[in-house]
């Protein structure tokens, strides 16, 4: 009925409406099981149902409330309204320290208590992640 | 202060140049006899005044001159002689000078070495690239002159960010950049082309050396700072997915890709459209790229310090360009009915045009998981994050294919193939599956994904390797390249199959250990530098062989700025890479310690020098074979 030529430009036309198709749907679902979102603690404390999804957490951390320990770190995370209490096993970047900024990233155990596996390393002491930034208001 | 005055109006001399050069060229180009002798010495005029201006950022840093805003945010009288010099372009405004001087001397470059090219279309690609060079004067000029005064004159500078004072991270700018800037010259050609209809094989011949050009440097500028990552870092990763890399590994596929369609234009004239189309986005995306890190619009682990008024600057520059090239495409771009479609299903074309499909679409999932974010944040204001499991998922399981056709795809003729020797290429893929089924039987974990990814990479490893023996010379920058690639993906699968970490909090003294390790933090000692203090820790570790290592990481604080870094000590193997890094903990007497096993860390290294190599040798080469 038709010449090879259609067929084959059809057949072509048809392969790359699929992956298109294909591509796009593969990229959304995994977007929507892999994007981590980010909250500050008076969010946590306002939260009606815990999600057992990994979260990140930013904040400063509060003076005087490091605590190590051989496995593991305890420190408290503060938006000077509401704070939430994190435990660490892991590396510890270089700018980790009291009254400074902070990403930590994990697992909410309670609206209190937070278990971290990664904290997030700034390359510049005096930079602010955006987002405890604006966790933190206009302090 | 001198320098100054000197570098700030050569600037705007250069950017009067510009104009100029514009002038000339749309006059030239109406009565196209001859060159105009004035565009070359023009020309070359602009590229001297941006090095002077260059060299005038470069001596205020040397000179430690605060009186200059730039010098002042980030150098320091302390600071080592060779990173006065590479903080030139450590740096937001000595960075875009970097591109902008990049961008002159390469339109001079192409000028000289177009000489047996129309000159109708050597006029027009330097009137393109005029605008795209005008266009960075401006944005240099408004939103980020290197040349600001402060007053009254500060006594000392604020210093450079510690972690950018490293040999890996000084050169790693430069080269990316050049390899940034490259794609603007094949931009501009790719329009010029266009405009004039002869986008031909004579152009692809021509051009592909500048494809190759800027894809050798833009691959050894992510390697580059790929190794910076590994060591300075203090992760033990090489690659972490981070916005920034992305923005670099973009361009490098959309580039990649391009250069594969280029060979198929250089042989047939299909593709066309599909050149054009790469070409424009290579340059979008090196764009873009800069676009995204200098603005901080990224939130990312590299953020440096951002302006929100650069990025809406380059965000409209990049907008009029693509709108200019889309304008330019769909209304000057006329296909070649004479010569479509007539190559058939098994042949070249076929496997470069599947595996383009392929690079598109790793291309597109690294776009979307580095902007999605963006756009989240401004729809909604939620704040998102895309992490690595997101690339690997979407990644990974696309290898198996794209690395399989990578295999056969050079195998194939031109137009219209058979496949030869059908014999060594099913045993080799048995000999593939069966290897890396020993390999990866001792891991319970993802078996069936591990094994085919290995017998995948062994297959193409295979059969590239036996081609440097039966083939010799022939195809040998293919064949490099691609040999490059399999032994890349190999050392990364088995970097990450076999890597082991342990990661302790220890005071001096203490030991560590487990079935894996014995960690034994044996003391500590204090060292004094020009501008820092440094905490080397000793270490003993015995590995579960008994081998037993000394390995001495150290924690530099910086005076000015106030930084602790931390310096990875790394015993480096043939086969394996032991790592080891400590932090100090604020008010603590514990150290925070992190000990890692990486196998084949070299090889990763390696095989990307490789396929570089095969880049160049493919540069090198008079004239294509066949």
Not at chain 2, 142 to 153: A, D, H, Q, R
Not at chain 2, 165 to 194: C, E, K, M, N, R
Not at chain 2, 432 to 458: A, D, E, H, Q, W
Not at chain 2, 503 to 524: C, D, W, Y
Request: glycine residues 4%; contains cysteine.
């Amino acid at each position: 009925m038709y010449g090879r030529k259609v067929k084959l430009r059809f057949l072509f036309v048809a392969l790359i409406l699929i992956t298109l198709i294909l591509t796009v749907f593969l990229v959304l679902k995994s977007l929507e099981e892999n994007v981590i979102y980010f909250q500050s603690p008076s969010e946590i404390k306002a939260l009606s149902e815990l999600d057992k999804k990994k979260i990140r957490i930013g904040g400063m951390v509060k003076k005087n409330s490091i605590l190590v320990e051989a496995s593991e770190v305890k420190f408290i995370i503060t938006d000077f309204k509401n704070e939430i209490n994190v435990t660490y096993t892991g590396a510890i970047p270089n700018l980790f320290a009291e009254d400074k900024g902070v990403v930590a990233e994990g697992f909410l155990k309670d609206r209190n208590f937070f278990s971290a596996t990664k904290i997030l390393a700034k390359h510049d002491e005096n930079y602010m992640p955006p987002e405890v930034k604006e966790a933190l208001g206009e302090r | 202060m001198l320098f100054s005055v000197i570098g700030n109006y050569s600037l705007f001399l250069g950017l009067f140049l510009g104009l100029v050069l514009i002038y000339l060229s749309v006059k030239n180009f109406k009565n196209p006899k001859l060159l105009d002798a004035k565009i070359l010495s023009f020309t070359f005029l602009q590229f001297f005044l941006v090095v002077i201006s260059f060299l005038c950022l470069v001596l205020s840093f040397v000179l430690s001159d605060f009186s200059n805003e730039t010098v002042f945010n980030n150098s320091h009288t302390t600071k080592p002689f060779f990173y006065k010099i590479a903080g030139t372009w450590g740096n937001h405004e000595g960075s875009l000078l970097l591109w902008l001087l990049v961008l002159t001397l390469f339109i001079l470059i192409f000028l000289i070495r177009t000489k047996n090219q129309p000159i109708k279309y050597r006029i027009l690609t330097l009137i393109f690239q005029q605008i795209i060079i005008i266009g960075f004067f401006i944005f240099l000029i408004k939103t980020s002159n290197p040349f600001n005064y402060i007053y009254p004159v500060p006594t000392e500078g604020l210093g450079l960010n510690p972690i950018l004072q490293d040999p890996a991270l000084a050169i790693h700018p430069p080269i990316l950049y050049l390899g940034y800037v490259g794609s603007s010259i094949i931009f501009s050609s790719v329009l010029a082309a266009t405009t004039l209809n002869i986008v031909t094989q004579k152009w692809a011949s021509h051009i592909k050396k500048w494809a190759l050009g800027s894809w050798i440097f833009l691959t050894l500028g992510i390697l580059l700072g790929s190794i910076w990552a590994y060591y300075e870092l203090g992760w033990g990763g090489f690659w972490f997915w981070d916005p920034v890399e992305n923005v670099s590994l973009m361009p490098w596929l959309a580039l990649t890709t391009l250069l594969h369609c280029i060979l198929v234009l250089e042989k047939k004239l299909i593709l066309t459209s599909w050149v054009i189309i790469l070409s424009i986005s290579t340059f979008a995306l090196s764009m873009s790229g800069t676009f995204l890190v200098r603005s901080g619009i990224l939130n990312s682990v590299h953020t440096f310090a951002n302006d929100p008024e650069r990025g809406l600057f380059i965000l409209i520059f990049l907008f009029s360009l693509i709108f200019l090239s889309l304008f330019i495409f769909f209304f000057f771009h006329k296909t070649n009915k004479n010569n479509l479609s007539n190559f058939f299903w098994l042949s070249k074309e076929t496997a470069i045009i599947v595996n383009n499909w392929f690079m598109m679409y790793f291309l597109s999932v690294v776009l979307i998981g580095t902007v999605y974010p963006i756009f989240l944040d401004v729809l909604s204001s939620q704040k998102i994050s895309v992490g690595p499991p997101f690339y690997h998922k979407l990644i990974i399981p696309f290898l198996v294919p794209f690395l399989l056709i990578m295999a056969i795809g050079p195998k194939l003729k031109w137009i219209k193939s058979n496949l030869d020797d059908k014999i060594y290429l099913i045993s080799l893929l048995i000999i593939s599956i069966f290897l890396s089924i020993l390999i990866v039987k001792n891991f319970s974990s993802n078996f069936l994904i591990n094994t085919i990814l290995i017998s995948s990479s062994l297959y193409l490893f295979f059969i590239t390797l036996r081609d440097f023996f039966i083939k010799g010379f022939k195809n040998l920058a293919q064949n490099i390249a691609h040999f490059g690639f399999s032994l890349l993906i190999l050392s990364i699968l088995f970097n990450s199959l076999f890597s082991s970490e342990i990661i302790t909090n220890l005071r001096v003294g203490e030991t560590f250990q487990n079935t894996k390790a014995k960690i034994v933090f044996e003391s500590i000692r204090q060292k004094e530098e020009e501008n820092y203090k440094s905490i080397i820790g000793n270490f003993i570790v015995q590995d579960s062989k008994g081998k037993i290592e000394n390995l001495s990481p150290e924690l530099r604080i910086y005076n000015q700025p106030n930084i602790a870094t931390s310096e990875a000590d790394i015993k480096t193997t043939l086969l394996s890479d032991k790592f080891i890094v400590i932090n100090m903990l604020q008010n603590q007497d514990f150290f925070n310690v992190r000990y890692q096993v990486k196998p084949f860390m070299l090889w990763i290294w390696l095989s990307v020098i490789l396929i570089s190599f095969g880049g160049l040798v493919s540069f090198v080469k008079k004239k294509y074979e066949k």
